[in-house]
């Protein structure tokens, strides 16, 4: 993907403040670690002065694909964006130990056969300790290891999955748990008290586009020639309109308009919440088409919902 890598480890935090134990280990990290690509960005300074954010996203694409690790840290112990950002660039994620429920993303098994690998949180040793090990996979799995993981993050981790997974929760919820709506009430409720049942989660499929961003680059053809952005840009565009998505928003909303009769609360003031929601669009770019889509159809099942 893209070209040669460094061994450097890589990874670009924004800063909060001082409190913040992140900021201090990364400081540390950034003077200790040979060689590194590490980068802290004040918390005060603007995006747009910094030389990262003055790039293209092709270009950011591109500094990401030239490396074969980065480093993974939480704010506050939450799954970061950045890990699937590495794993859609091919890259080995260093994901620090503190960061919670990241089974529940990524099963053990899948950590394993990728490989995202942890390292102990605060540690700077350890961290450079685990990136020289992270390099020495990289390099056994060459570039069909960084295709695997690409693909990987494509299938498993995209909108439209995520989409998925909600929706197929929540439809099973509804029906195996809250009962299902039928002539105007709730069919098969639970008893008072009763425990409910946790959702089963099917094995996530992949729609035609993931497909085709899975499959149609081949592993071994350099991804900038196939014009990366646009295809992006297009990608996006067609994801918006895609008929799985448009399944899983509706289903979605349905089980929730449902939900939200078993507790007795009001479909207008859902209805509210939708419209304010509403008047607060990004101005451009693959969040409006996002925002627009989910909108549209919060909408038109408010509308069709009995």
């Not at 092709?58 to 500094?63: D, N, R, Y």
């Not at 950002?85 to 994901?95: F, H, N, R, S, Y």
């Not at 919670?100 to 995202?116: G, H, K, N, R, T």
Request: aromatic share 8%; net charge negative.
């Amino acid at each position: 993907m893209v070209g040669p890598r460094v061994d450097a480890l890589y990874g670009g935090f924004r800063g909060y403040n001082d409190s913040f134990s992140r900021e201090a280990f990364l400081r540390t990290a950034i003077e200790r670690i040979p060689g590194n690509n590490l980068f802290l960005i004040p918390y005060n300074e603007p995006n747009e002065s910094h030389r990262y954010f003055s790039k293209s996203g092709e270009e950011q694409f591109e500094e990401w694909c030239r490396h074969k690790t980065s480093a993974v840290l939480a704010v506050n112990e939450d799954v970061p964006i950045r890990l699937f950002d590495a794993l859609a660039t091919g890259q080995i994620p260093i994901v620090s130990d503190d960061v919670q429920s990241l089974e529940m993303i990524l099963p053990p098994a899948d950590q394993l056969a990728l490989p995202v690998l942890r390292y102990r949180a605060g540690d700077v040793d350890d961290l450079e300790r685990v990136h020289r090990e992270a390099v020495r996979l990289f390099d056994a799995g060459g570039e069909a290891g960084a295709w695997r993981r690409h693909r990987y993050a494509v299938a498993q981790h995209s909108y439209v999955a995520r989409l998925r997974t909600l929706a197929e929760m929540l439809e099973v919820k509804i029906a195996g748990s809250f009962g299902h709506f039928e002539g105007g009430q709730i069919i098969d409720r639970p008893a008072e008290g009763s425990a409910l049942p946790l959702p089963f989660v099917r094995e996530p499929r992949r729609t035609p586009v993931e497909m085709l961003v899975a499959e149609e680059i081949q592993a071994g053809v350099p991804i900038m020639r196939c014009a990366v952005a646009d295809e992006v840009a297009a990608l996006e565009s067609r994801l918006a309109v895609a008929d799985e998505r448009e399944q899983a928003v509706r289903a979605v909303l349905r089980a929730l308009i449902v939900s939200l009769r078993w507790f007795g609360l009001d479909r207008s003031r859902f209805r509210r919440c939708v419209e304010e929601e509403g008047q607060d669009t990004p101005n451009d770019g693959p969040a409006a088409i996002r925002h627009t889509v989910l909108y549209q159809e919060a909408r038109r099942v408010l509308r069709e919902a009995p």
